[in-house]
């Protein structure tokens, strides 16, 4: 079964400085990975998606993630964080065991400092 | 806002009781899912349908059940309830059963079983 593990539960950064949050994945096969964003009071939203194309994948709102095969990994990074980024961020991957199902992290949230 | 949206919000329920929640698709999508996301949790997979059939199911008894609708809405019904009902249940919505992992989610119903 598909699988990912988000390595840090929350993370604080200052307005301005890079943010890094981390997901390992556990596939048997070429994954589908994904990073949604859940703010306060709102849906998930879906910031982008890793799909056997490019291994730098860049989403909305400046963020982009890195899959690496060798490392069973696929991280998210922002060079500079913004005070509207302060939300839950979750790691995804896809399986399919007839139906289209995703399969969460447990979530990191980001909480960013004035 | 991605066009989907649940109803109702909040409600409060105890244990033993049946409820339901509702979903309304984004224009176009014939394909809805389920999750539930308890507090602090990422959201897990229910079921999804997809013209109306049931097509894939997570790990949840069958108390949990389903409808889809010609218009493509859905409700998801839960029976019996017990304490551990306790979540957020999220309906999201796709264009097809092709497995993209692009999900357009509502913002949830809140469900406090008592």
């Known amino acids: 079964a598909q699988s990912v593990t988000q390595l840090d539960s929350h993370v604080s950064v200052s307005e301005g400085t890079p943010v890094l949050l981390r997901c390992n994945y556990s596939?048997?096969?070429?994954?589908?990975l994904f990073w949604y964003v859940q703010h306060p009071n709102k849906g998930l939203q879906l910031l982008l998606k890793?799909?056997?194309?490019?291994?730098l994948v860049k989403g909305i709102n400046g963020f982009e993630a890195e899959f690496k095969k060798s490392e069973t990994s696929f991280h998210l990074t922002k060079p500079s964080a913004h005070m509207s980024d302060a939300a839950e961020y979750f790691c995804?991957?896809?399986?399919?065991?007839?139906?289209?199902?995703?399969?969460f992290g447990q979530g990191t949230r980001l909480t960013i400092n004035p | 806002e991605t066009g989907v949206t649940q109803s109702p919000t909040h409600l409060i329920k105890t244990r033993g009781q049946q409820v339901t929640l509702r979903c309304s698709s984004q224009?176009?999508?014939?394909?809805v899912s389920w999750y539930q996301q308890a507090l602090g949790q990422g959201p897990q997979f229910i079921f999804q349908?997809?013209?109306?059939?049931?097509?894939g199911r997570g790990n949840f008894p069958p108390r949990f059940s389903g409808l889809q609708f010609p218009n493509y809405s859905s409700e998801l019904n839960v029976n019996a309830l017990e304490l551990d009902d306790s979540a957020l249940y999220l309906c999201?919505?796709?264009?097809?059963?092709?497995?993209?992992?692009?999900?357009?989610f509502g913002e949830g119903s809140r469900l406090t079983v008592l």
């Open positions: 596939s048997s096969y070429s994954p589908s």
């Open positions: 890793y799909t056997s194309a490019a291994t």
């Open positions: 349908y997809y013209r109306e059939e049931e097509n």
């Open positions: 995804v991957v896809s399986d399919y065991q007839g139906a289209q199902k995703l399969v």
């Open positions: 224009s176009g999508h014939n394909t």
């Open positions: 999201a919505s796709s264009l097809s059963l092709i497995n993209t992992g692009e999900l357009f």
